[in-house]
């Protein structure tokens, strides 16, 4: 059974419920969890995190790896992106996460919103939102990280927002050649184009991203889009 939505807007769901109606927060997580098809919100979760695919997409990550995650805003991009960075500090791997967006209470909030206690990996997890985040700063910061490394740029468009930033294209080419020489794997959040219709397909792809500079797509190894519980992943041929 599929969610008609990801988990963390159901959970919204069950908050807004609760205020509106003054229902204890389990009471109306279970009434939430009826509408899906469950029984109570427990066994909702369960299946939740059995369907999950961030633990069957991360074994298809290879050092090296350039990845873009794309979607439109609410569809999970940023949680999928945790996710996967959560599976590789499971397999004993560090992970960094570069925000021009969020905050670091932002990042962690959303690490439990997919039920991961964020002290569980602080040796493991550095976040940076620094707003000097560049290609050549996460180089910088990350000159030392040792191979496997995952690296989440939270987002691709905000990269050349600074005018004394190289242009997005080249700055994109810069973290390539170090995730290879470096043998990092680099996932950048990327926004989608408005003009994507999800009518006309299930999930956006490489012609619907946001470029509001050039940017060559051929740079990237593999993609990852989502739509309303829908995640298509393919590798570049």
């Known amino acids: 059974m599929r969610l008609s939505a990801p988990i963390y807007h159901l959970k919204r769901r ?10 204890p927060l389990h009471d109306a997580l279970d009434r939430i969890a009826r509408t899906e098809g469950f029984s109570a ?7 939740a ?14 050092p090296g ?8 805003p609410g569809q999970g991009k940023t949680l999928m992106s945790l996710e996967l960075a959560v599976e590789a500090m499971r397999s004993g791997h560090r992970a960094a ?17 997919i ?4 002290a569980q990996f602080d040796e493991l997890f550095e976040v ?30 905000l990269l050349d927002q600074r005018r004394e930033n190289p242009d997005l294209n080249v700055q994109v080419r810069t973290l390539k050649s170090f995730a290879c020489d470096q043998g990092l794997i680099v996932v950048f959040i990327s926004q989608i184009d408005r003009s994507y219709d999800p009518s006309v397909k299930p999930c956006p ?33």
């Open 14 to 23: 069950a908050k807004r419920l609760s205020r509106e109606e003054g229902v």
């Open 41 to 47: 919100w427990s066994m909702l979760a369960a299946k």
């Open 49 to 62: 995190a059995a369907l999950t695919p961030a633990d069957r997409l991360f074994p298809q990550f290879m």
């Open 65 to 72: 790896d350039m990845v873009l995650v794309g979607a439109r």
């Open 97 to 113: 996460f570069f925000s021009l967006e969020y905050t670091e209470k932002d990042v962690r909030d959303r690490l439990q919103a």
């Open 115 to 118: 039920g991961v206690e964020p």
């Open 128 to 157: 940076d939102c620094s707003d000097a985040i560049s290609a050549d700063y996460v180089v910088k910061q990350m000159a030392a990280a040792p191979r496997g490394t995952f690296v989440v740029i939270d987002y691709l468009q």
């Open 205 to 237: 792809d490489l012609s619907d991203i946001r470029l509001p500079n050039p940017l060559d797509l051929k740079l990237f190894d593999k993609t990852c889009f989502l739509n309303n519980s829908e995640v298509q992943f393919r590798a570049a041929s």
